[in-house]
Nanobody, 121 residues
Framework: QVQLVESGGGLVQAGASLRLSCAAS????????AGWFRQAPGKEREFVAA????????LYADSVKGRFTISRDNAPITVYLQMNSLKPEDTAVYYC??????????????WGQGTQVTVSS
């Protein structure tokens, strides 16, 4: 089992920054990747970014490339999503997940509870 707990969401104005955190515990190396996804009201859950637990290789959605940065720390194991130049269209519930190095949400086995990010114009 893998436990994932997100934090760091909030309400900000367009152009501001936020950093999301995901504290991971359990048998995380049953998987090989930590991913961030988001889901806006009435929309499907979509991929945002991913990083291998071993570090190094990352992957980003085109919509966030150049604005968001995914990273991780080892002790304790925490995955971060630094979000800069936020736009109203970034408003969503953001989820941390553990699974394969893929962009498809249904392939990820473990999920956090989500944290709300709201960007006002």
């Amino acid at each position: 089992q893998v436990q994932l707990v997100e934090s760091g969401g909030g309400l900000v104005q367009a152009g501001a920054s936020l950093r999301l955190s995901c504290a991971a515990s359990g048998h995380i190396f049953e998987t090989n990747t930590a991913g961030w996804f988001r889901q806006a009201p009435g929309k499907e859950r979509e991929f945002v970014a991913a990083i291998r637990w071993s570090g190094g290789r990352t992957l980003y959605a085109d919509s966030v490339k150049g604005r968001f940065t995914i990273s991780r720390d080892n002790a304790p194991i925490t995955v971060y999503l630094q979000m800069n130049s936020l736009k109203p269209e970034d408003t969503a519930v953001y989820y941390c997940a553990a699974g394969p190095f893929q962009t498809i949400p249904t392939l990820y086995q473990y999920w956090g509870q989500g944290t709300q990010v709201t960007v006002s114009s």
